[in-house]
């Protein structure tokens, strides 16, 4: 019922990734913290060309009561928004990105993000790619071990909450400087 993914290339080493279904355990006073601290104040963008996965995404971020959230419909828009924010000083703290969109994708608005980022000297704001085309080549293209990392993390749609919670506090534990 798990998973195994293997990324290698040549002359670079591998990188495998193991998922284990397991039964889940109450969680602990820590853990509740970790979580509430990661979350307070978050700033997050939903980008989807279809509205009703933006209000299925919306109502996970509400049940994390995450309350400040942008939409965007396609790449363009959502590259003109995260730098908007920016400049504004007001910059995001996640992503959600779908990948199959009008106009410019989510790999490729992605990537622009991730260009500005470097050109501004600023962290990666994490991005959770989202797609109902799963196709290992493509998440391979998003979650690269060996080049640039567009997303964090690639979840499948139909997205469960849990599924979109729990990558949403691995990708935001993951980037911060000093991850608890």
């Known amino acids: 019922g798990g998973e195994i993914r293997a990324y290698s290339e040549e ?5 495998f990734m193991v998922c284990i279904p397991c039964e889940q355990v109450a969680p602990t006073s820590r853990i509740l913290s970790e ?14 060309d279809d509205t009703l996965n ?10 994390i009561n995450v309350t400040s959230i ?4 396609n790449g363009i828009e959502a590259y003109n928004s995260y730098c908007r924010a920016v400049e504004n000083g007001d910059p995001l703290t996640l992503i959600t990105m779908d990948l199959d969109m009008p106009f410019m994708n989510g ?14 000297g600023l962290a990666h704001c994490p991005i959770i790619m989202i797609s109902g085309h799963c196709i ?21 749609k139909p997205v469960t909450f849990e599924d979109f919670r729990r990558e949403a ?9 000093n991850p608890f």
Do not use: W
């Open 70 to 73: 942008t939409t965007a419909r």
């Open 54 to 63: 933006v209000d299925i995404l919306r109502q996970f971020m509400h049940r």
């Open 35 to 48: 979580e509430s601290i990661l979350l307070v104040n978050m700033k997050v963008m939903i980008v989807d």
């Open 136 to 156: 290992e080549t493509e998440i391979n293209e998003c979650i690269n071990p060996y080049g640039e990392v567009l997303a964090q993390t690639f979840l499948k």
């Open 107 to 120: 790999k490729e608005a992605s990537k622009k993000i991730r260009m500005f980022e470097r050109k501004k």
């Open 169 to 177: 506090l691995i990708a935001l534990k993951n980037s911060r400087k």
């Open 11 to 15: 002359g670079q080493g591998s990188c």
